[in-house]
């Protein structure tokens, strides 16, 4: 059958680009949006697109009854489901046959069986794939999961059934954490899977991650697109992604494809999939199927040739391959870095916010599903852009990458560009001296700010600017302003300085220092005390919204600087820096005020709220989880103490910084 008119049930860059090709098929794309999604970049590209509900992707993308509506409602013909949300759902599947449209991706039967973690490695296992030892089958009930860990030995595994894209695993290394972390792996797998049901497998420490792309027309014809190394992960998630598995024996790889390939044509596999592998020394182990495209098929677009959307609906319409495996051969070598909206100064929490400057460079692919003046929001995966570059050879690839991340410009939301920038150059990358671990053993390294020449100068410049910002009044300096209680007072007779206002400032690193700010002189000069009794005179004035101006002497610095959700921001020309600063009145009393309030780092979810008013609280102590952007993340107390005033529920939305508790001091 031909496809006339088809539904693109997804959002971002994926729903983008099906969209063009759909387009450039002779077939008439139409998206579909959440309320949070009404302006944004796909529904614009695509130009016709449908509401299906609210912001919560639970309450929009997820909602089965909601998409078949919306594509009956145009008269499609097929759905295309991308990557995540109801992509791997059986019960998708069955309802998009059931309503008389194509689902483009595998039959339900196969979604079922791949879907899920524990079939798929009982359908390699039958095929005679290698795979990891752990085991068998999945467990749900924490007791005995626990007792299973224990027997199989430190490091585990564990791994949601249903988890996919990296998501859904935790590995154990620590017994004193165990049922924390069977804990959080279980409501993690249900919250985000829809299934408690958890995989445990041994964890092989210095392995890369290999995955092989497969095409099968659902009649048992199915061809390999060669392999993709995804070795480069922090936390399970890929970072940067290549074709083809650089310095690894083409025999060897010739070996993993062809299980793959047979692996597929036990089951007739239909549609596009990847089949992924760790790679250990020679030998390799079947870790899941994806049965979708994935995020990173655009570099084996690049080394193929294909265009594997054309296939996909070559395939859905019936036309099957159109090609055999001789067909295929690699060209040069592709290398795909994934922007993200998120900090990597702040253990990598997802940035929301406007997008105020994005420049992205030319000369290379890009698919991105955002624009300038677009919003990050925290409902879904904060990706802003994916690079890919093809070159002749690797070195020149990672060569071009790490220039074009030079020349990526992004304001309103922090990312993570230096980060990938670090990646692209490290010597040991170039050397694919690597494996799965090892950026999560390398982050202070990939992450740490440059050296700068001039410390004391930025630090100057941020507690001048939280004096500047916070402290503003129309009418008066605040050195002067009888109105507003300021904490101290001038005209006793002592140096200005000493009636200046503290300002402690915590950098990245935790360190903290107490800086005294002075009053405003003449050209809006500022003199900074420093603990160790340095003094640095600055004029610093905002000439465009977010733009200052620092001059020392004769010397003039233009920085990019915002005081936002209690974290001063400087973008430098050393560098980006951020401090947590504390205000003047923070002082009062015996303890500090920041260290009792428990304010949220990011915007998100609460998922649970761990104490109840009155429990007592250790310094560290869990007091809430919350989820953004399909991260969990535990919420500690920074003081031992009494939980109070806690004013937030299970599933209500914080912002980023929102207080949402209080440690008071324990009564002696």
């Known amino acids: 059958m031909k496809i006339k008119t088809l539904l693109i049930a997804n959002r971002g860059e994926i729903a983008c ?8 098929s002779g077939i008439t794309p139409v998206g579909v949006h959440s309320e949070a999604d009404a302006n944004a970049l796909h529904v614009r590209e695509i130009g016709k697109s449908v509401c299906i509900g609210a912001g919560p992707a639970s309450e929009s993308y997820l909602k089965i009854d909601a998409v078949i509506d919306a594509a009956q409602s145009v008269g499609a013909d097929a759905i295309h489901p991308g990557y995540g949300f109801l992509a791997e759902n059986s019960e998708f599947a069955r309802a998009v046959e059931a309503a008389g449209m194509v689902f483009m991706g595998p039959t339900a039967e196969t979604l079922e069986r791949f879907g899920d973690k524990a079939s798929a490695k009982e359908a390699a296992v039958a095929a005679g794939v290698p795979v990891i030892s752990g085991a068998e089958g999945a467990r749900s009930d924490p ?39 069977i804990e959080g792996a279980l ?40 392999e993709r190394d995804c070795t ?15 310095g690894l024996p083409r025999t060897l790889l010739d070996k993993v494809a062809q299980d793959a390939v047979r692996l597929g044509e036990t089951l007739d596999y239909r549609g596009l999939g990847t089949v992924e592998f ?74 929301t916010g406007t997008l105020t400057t994005l420049s992205l460079p030319e000369g290379l692919r890009i698919d991105s599903g955002v624009e300038e003046g ?20 690797r070195e020149t690839a990672l060569a071009r990458l790490a220039t074009a991340l030079d020349h990526v410009a992004v304001e309103g939301v922090q990312t993570n560009r230096a980060f990938l920038t670090a990646l692209a150059r490290n010597p040991e990358f ?107 005179t600055l004029a610093m004035r905002e000439i465009t919204p977010g733009r200052w101006r620092v001059s020392e002497g004769d010397t003039v610095h233009l920085i990019d600087a915002r005081l936002h959700a209690g974290v001063i921001e400087l973008d430098t020309p050393e560098g980006r820096l951020v401090f947590r600063p504390a205000a003047p009145l923070d002082f009062a009393g015996g303890d500090v005020a920041g260290d009792r309030a428990v304010a949220s780092p990011l915007t998100g979810m609460i998922v649970e709220i761990k104490v109840t008013d009155g429990q007592p609280v250790a310094e560290g102590d869990v007091v809430a989880v919350m989820e953004s952007m399909k991260l969990e993340i535990s919420i500690r107390a920074t003081a031992a103490g009494t939980a109070s005033n806690i004013s937030v529920s299970n599933g209500d939305m914080v912002d980023r910084g929102q207080v949402i508790a209080e440690i008071l001091p324990s009564e002696e």
């Open 374 to 393: 677009d919003a990050v929001t925290p409902f879904y995966d904060p990706m802003i852009a994916k690079l890919v570059v093809h070159a002749a050879d």
């Open 430 to 536: 170039e050397r694919m001296q690597v494996h799965t671990r090892w950026i999560d053993g390398r982050l202070d390294e990939l992450t740490q700010a440059c050296v700068l020449s001039r410390p004391e100068l930025w630090k100057a410049a941020a507690a001048i600017l939280f004096v500047a910002t916070s402290r503003r009044d129309a009418d008066a300096d605040p050195w002067t302003n009888r109105d507003t209680f300021t904490g101290w007072r001038l005209g006793l007779g002592g140096d200005a300085i000493e009636a200046g206002q503290r300002v402690t400032l915590t950098d990245a690193a935790g360190a903290s220092e107490e800086l005294r700010v002075g009053p405003i002189k003449a050209g809006a000069r500022y003199t900074v005390l420093s603990e160790n009794g340095d003094a640095a």
């Open 187 to 226: 409501r993690e797998a249900k919250s985000t899977f829809g299934s408690e049901g958890l995989l445990l497998e041994r964890f092989l420490p210095e392995a890369r991650h290999v995955e092989v792309q497969i095409a099968g027309d659902g009649k048992g014809h199915v061809v390999h697109l060669f």
């Open 278 to 351: 760790l790679v250990a020394g020679d030998e390799y182990f079947f870790l899941e199927v994806n049965p979708r495209i994935q995020v990173e098929h655009p570099v084996t677009e690049a080394i193929t040739g294909l265009d594997l959307v054309a296939l996909h609906l070559r395939i859905a319409e019936g036309a099957g391959l159109g090609l055999v495996q001789d067909d295929l051969a690699i060209n040069g070598h592709a290398v795909e870095a994934r922007l993200y909206a998120e900090d990597p100064a702040m253990q990598f929490a997802p940035s």
């Open 17 to 24: 680009r099906i969209a063009r090709t759909a387009r450039a």
């Open 143 to 181: 007791k005995e999961i626990a007792a299973e860990v224990r027997e199989m030995g430190l490091p585990v595994l564990l791994k949601a059934v249903g988890g996919g894209g990296g998501r859904g695993q935790r590995l154990v290394t620590d017994e004193t954490t165990l049922e924390e972390d």
């Open 232 to 246: 480069l992960q922090r936390r399970h998630q890929k970072v940067i992604e290549e074709a083809p598995a650089w």
